[in-house]
């Protein structure tokens, strides 16, 4: 048997009955189908209400409808016809219900008009009327047939006389020898393009096919049964090594029964091969009616995947984007990011809903395979992706994403590391799936590389106490439960789940691991291996494979384990089969529909937390529109510049603890001003201003993405590595302060939180794969009284060019991005003083702390007071004080302390010399 070997791996889903990571369809025009028109007078066109018209998609008006280029709803057009286009009187429904009439109906005056100009004046008046089986009395009367014979029923005088003109006698047929048919030809049967006269037995159409509603089980909250504790170590890399077991290809599934019920195996089975003879639009159209929880679609987000994920979150009480320990306290500190991973993940929809959730304070990571599956970064409109990073392997940005590639795997492992202070995510999401169309049955099996290679993968980045969630199929081999087994030994907690959103009719479940445990390295290393012996027999003339990596006696030993495993199988395997039968009924009567999704919707998107709206495309203001909202039309003092530092202004201090200072930068030579206030409507919509009334904001010039609702104020600082020939320069935006990062308003906070804040918004932009991009960079910050700090960061750098000057240089602390030492030009320092009068901050030597002080009230506190005491955005930036470093100014280090010029100007050793008579005090 020859090796299957799929065309494409994507990482889309496309298992029997299910397809989320399409983004919504453009709605196509609905019109009723009309008759061509023809010449003369003809007859209308009677249609089944099962012929379709060329090209409708019909489907695409249920639920809630959202246009992928305008992102508005789209109304359902007026029509007599249900959800699926399918009509309340089909002719499908039997007797009693009336036919359709489709097409254009001409009046008798019209036809005679035609007849007249066409010289057929003394054509006999005839009487058209639409057919109806209630006519009116004057034309029930029986009207006697050239042979005698009464014709008795409800028929006009026309058609009475009509078949008696053809020789018509009751009871009989027409005909020489009355061998016409005598019975009421009935209605059609046909099902859009499917062969006149094919008859698919199992499925033949039928109204009298009902369903019983009771026999489904439907809960908005998901009951949750974990696999109870494994109470045994994580299993070392020798016992592992000695548990693969290796065989020929199998490609048969209906005889894998170790880990469910015979009897379910082959229902489900049997269920699905029905369905192969159906074509897939009446497939899709009786899944669609009949699934109650199918009209909660994408909602806001991407596509239906995302949905499943708010989904899975709010089930778990939302361990994903909310983890806590098992205390239950938050992992997360006040300055800590939300790292995750999101694998096999496009187009991305997994990552747009915690974007959503978080914002820009989770920062993501992604490896998908390139190409059509690749993430659609720019069809986030819920979760801005400005936090999102996507990796595909070796080659970085130029890899092609192969997770069957066990090389690409490790570069992301390592990628990721370096990103999160070699720490590791807090979950990882694995979506991934290609198509097996035409092999559904043994989806399992053709998935089980896939399977390893994302469990190895999250793995390999997941820190310690960290979640997995991860799509499977059925399990049912004794592969896929090994490995089922082996995170069973790697986590605190494992459940196999399927979620709501989930279609009830597939194969697909999700496993979801809580906490895991330190010490599973040996697991890691071990999934390694087997990634690598699958890439050497993964040729297509190959029947090698691994049939086992945990022996069936080691998973049968553990019976709460194996308990688990089977009833789980057979549960969702009978609700499987139910929903099947389901799809069946409504697949053979199309007058039944599902009562509750609309009730279903509201209720879930409730649970989840997830508003109930229509997908749209962020609206973007102006910038000028955009200031006013974020400052509250506060703008009179952005055009405030900083005074310039004198010894006078020394003296003035009551107290050093009270000021920071931070060193500024140069953009270009002998350019007066770098300084700037940046905005952002969204993404790449960034625009500068000075700050100045009659000035305008300008759009970036640079490459820079930033979430919306940003502003802040900094500087275009231009940063060199190495020195002389060897110099190489990059332009940055240092952030100085900030009022608004990404929703989040910081200008009334201390300087020092806000500059914390900053410190973690550079962080969660931060993009080392993406060279093309402006790198942000926090400015460090300095308290006046560690002024020598400060002063240690200076020094002496040569610059590249013909000059080849010496220039007075700051060194920046080294960050993940910067993969050698980086300096810029210094031009100054800029002083905030950051208590507001009448308080200030002083130091205890007593407890050898500071304190805050109340001059007016006399007032102290060890804690910085909620109200009054902080200087916020608006009081440092209008008491700025700047030293700008001019030719002439003593700022390297002297020969001798006392070298300090009397000149009227601060240097280097007045400051200095200031500050430790201060502190001496």
């Not at 489907?59 to 109304?75: A, H, L, P, Q």
């Not at 936090?387 to 990628?415: H, K, M, Q, W």
């Not at 010029?901 to 502190?919: A, E, Y």
Request: with cysteine; charged share 30%; aromatic share 10%.
């Amino acid at each position: 048997m020859s090796a299957f070997k799929p065309k494409m791996l994507s990482d889309t889903s496309e298992d029997d009955t299910d397809n989320d990571h399409e983004s919504p369809k453009k709605t196509q025009s609905f019109r009723p189908a009309q008759a061509p028109r023809k010449a003369g007078f003809s007859m209308p066109k009677l249609c089944g209400d099962d012929e379709e018209e060329e090209g409708s998609n019909t489907d695409d008006w249920e639920g809630r409808n959202v246009n992928d280029d305008t992102g508005k709803v789209k109304k359902a057009p007026s029509s007599s016809e249900d959800e699926d286009g399918e009509s309340a009187n089909s002719d499908d429904s039997g007797g009693g219900k009336k036919n359709t009439w489709r097409g254009k109906y001409k009046s008798p005056g019209a036809v005679n008009n035609r007849k007249r100009k066409s010289g057929m004046h003394d054509s006999p008046k005839v009487k058209f009327q639409r057919f109806s089986h209630d006519l009116p009395k004057e034309d029930d009367d029986d009207v006697e047939s050239g042979s005698g014979i009464s014709m008795g029923g409800h028929y006009s005088n026309v058609s009475k006389k009509l078949m008696a003109s053809m020789g018509y006698k009751a009871g009989t047929g027409l005909g020489k020898d009355n061998q016409g048919i005598r019975d009421i030809i009935p209605t059609s049967k046909q099902r859009g393009r499917r062969g006149l006269g094919l008859s698919m037995e199992g499925l033949e159409p039928s109204t009298d096919i009902t369903w019983d509603f009771e026999e489904e089980e439907v809960d908005v909250k998901e009951p949750l049964e974990w696999i109870p504790e494994c109470e045994e170590e994580p299993p070392n890399i020798t016992q592992l090594r000695e548990w693969v077991t290796e065989g020929k290809k199998k490609l048969t599934i209906d005889d894998e029964t170790c880990f469910c019920d015979e009897d379910v195996l082959r229902e489900v089975l049997d269920c699905k091969s029905v369905f192969d003879r159906l074509e897939p639009e009446e497939l899709r159209r009786a899944r669609t009616r009949s699934n109650p929880f199918e009209t909660i679609r994408g909602g806001i987000f991407l596509n239906r995947a995302a949905m499943k994920m708010a989904n899975m979150d709010a089930a778990f009480d939302f361990m994903f984007t909310s983890p806590k320990d098992e205390n239950g306290d938050s992992v997360l500190g006040p300055d800590d990011l939300l790292y995750f991973a999101d694998i096999c993940a496009g187009p991305g929809g997994f990552s747009e809903y915690v974007l959503w959730r978080k914002g820009w304070q989770a920062k993501g990571f992604g490896f998908t395979l390139k190409g059509a599956n690749d993430f659609k970064l720019e069809d986030f409109f819920a979760g801005s992706p400005d936090t999102f990073e996507p990796y595909y392997g070796v080659g970085e940005l130029a890899g092609d994403g192969d997770i069957f590639v066990p090389e690409n795997i490790r570069a992301f492992s390592r990628f990721v590391k370096s990103s999160t202070d070699n720490q590791g995510v807090h979950f990882v999401m694995a979506d991934g799936g290609f198509s097996v169309e035409g092999q559904e049955n043994i989806q399992e099996i053709l998935s089980k590389r896939l399977y390893l290679c994302q469990f190895y993968m999250a793995l390999s980045v997941l820190r310690t106490g960290g979640h997995f969630v991860c799509k499977l199929f059925d399990i049912f081999t004794v592969f896929s439960v090994g490995l089922v087994y082996l995170m069973y030994r790697t986590f605190r907690h494992v459940c196999i789940f399927k979620p709501n959103t989930s279609r009830p009719a597939n194969s697909e479940r999700y496993i979801v691991c809580k906490w895991r445990h330190p010490d599973t390295k040996d697991v890691e290393d071990y999934m390694y291996e087997l990634c690598c012996r699958f890439q050497q027999i993964s040729s297509v003339t190959s029947q090698d494979d691994i049939i086992e990596v945990v022996p069936l006696e080691v998973i049968n030993d553990d019976d709460a384990f194996s308990k688990y495993i089977r009833d789980s199988n057979n549960k969702l395997g009978r609700a499987q089969v139910t929903h099947l039968k389901k799809i069946k009924a409504f697949a053979q009567n199309s007058d039944l529909y599902e009562e509750r999704q609309s009730s279903l919707r509201k209720e879930c998107l409730q649970h989840w937390k997830v508003p109930d709206q229509a997908r749209s495309e962020p609206k973007r203001q102006s910038p000028e529109a955009k200031l006013k909202e974020l400052t509250k039309n506060e703008l009179s003092y952005f055009d405030k510049r900083p005074d310039e530092l004198k010894p006078k202004f020394l003296e003035g201090i009551k107290s050093i603890y009270d000021y920071r200072c931070v060193v500024c930068g140069e953009w270009k030579p002998n350019l007066q001003d770098n300084k700037f206030f940046f905005l952002s409507v969204g993404r790449k919509h960034v625009y500068q201003w000075t700050g100045i009334p009659t000035d305008q904001w300008k759009k970036m010039s640079e490459n820079l993405e930033l979430p919306a609702d940003t502003l802040f104020y900094g500087e275009m600082v231009q940063e060199f590595a190495g020195e002389g020939r060897q110099q190489k320069r990059f332009n940055t935006i240092h952030i100085i302060d900030a009022l608004v990062l990404g929703k989040v308003s910081v200008k009334d906070m201390h300087y020092e939180q806000r500059m914390k804040w900053v410190h973690k918004f550079v962080k969660a932009l931060s993009k080392p794969s993406r060279s093309d991009l402006t790198p942000l960079r926090a400015k460090e910050v300095f308290k006046l009284q560690n002024v020598e700090s400060l002063f240690d960061r200076i020094s002496l750098k040569l610059e590249k060019g013909a000059a080849r000057n010496m220039r007075l240089s700051c060194t920046v602390p080294r960050e993940v991005r910067d993969r050698e030492e980086k300096h810029f030009s210094a031009t100054g320092v800029l002083f905030y003083r950051t208590t507001k009068e009448p308080w200030h901050e002083e130091f205890s030597l007593s407890s050898q702390r500071t304190y805050f002080f109340n001059t007016m009230t006399k007032k102290s506190d060890y804690n910085m007071p909620q109200r009054g005491c902080a200087a916020s955005f608006k009081d440092c930036f209008t008491s700025a004080v700047l030293w700008p470093w001019i030719p002439g100014l003593k700022i390297l280090p002297p020969k001798s302390p006392n070298d300090c010029p009397n000149d009227g100007r601060v240097h280097r050793m007045t400051l200095i010399n200031f500050v430790k008579r201060r502190l001496s005090k």
